[in-house]
C-alpha cells in the first residue's frame, strides 16, 4: 500500500499563489497516475489534477490555467502549483496514487 504525505498548505490572499507537495512511498512510483483532489465544506470532492507516469496531465476547467500538476519521479514526489488563486478555491486538497490511496490533505484557505 502506497503511503502519501501531503504538505504546502496554507492561508494566502485572493490572487496568490501556493505549492502543494506530495510525497509518495514504494518504488512502483513512476507507474502511478497522480492526482490532486480538493473538498470544500458542504461540497462533494472533486478531482483537480492528474498526470500519468509519462506526464500527460487533465485538469479540471475551473481550475485550467491557473494551476499546474507535475511530477519528479526520482524523489517520488508530485506537486500542485496553484497561481492567482480565488476564494472558491478554498478546501482541503487530497493528493491520490490510481485513485485508490490517499493522502491525509492539506488546508488551503484563500481569504483577504
Known amino acids: 500500500q502506497v503511503q502519501l504525505v501531503e504538505s504546502g498548505g496554507g492561508l494566502v490572499q485572493p490572487g496568490g499563489s501556493l505549492r502543494l507537495s506530495c510525497a509518495a512511498s514504494g518504488s512502483l512510483f513512476r507507474l502511478y497516475v497522480m492526482g490532486w483532489h480538493r473538498q470544500a465544506p458542504g461540497k462533494q470532492r472533486e478531482l483537480v489534477a492528474q498526470i500519468t507516469g509519462a506526464g500527460t496531465t487533465n485538469y479540471a476547467g475551473s481550475v485550467k490555467g491557473r494551476f499546474t500538476i507535475s511530477r519528479d519521479n526520482a524523489k517520488n514526489t508530485v506537486y500542485l502549483q496553484m497561481n492567482s488563486l480565488r476564494p472558491e478555491d478554498t478546501a482541503v486538497y487530497y493528493c491520490?496514487?490510481?485513485?485508490?490511496?490517499w493522502g491525509q490533505g492539506t488546508q488551503v484557505t484563500v481569504s483577504s
Open positions: 491520490t496514487a490510481q485513485g485508490a490511496a
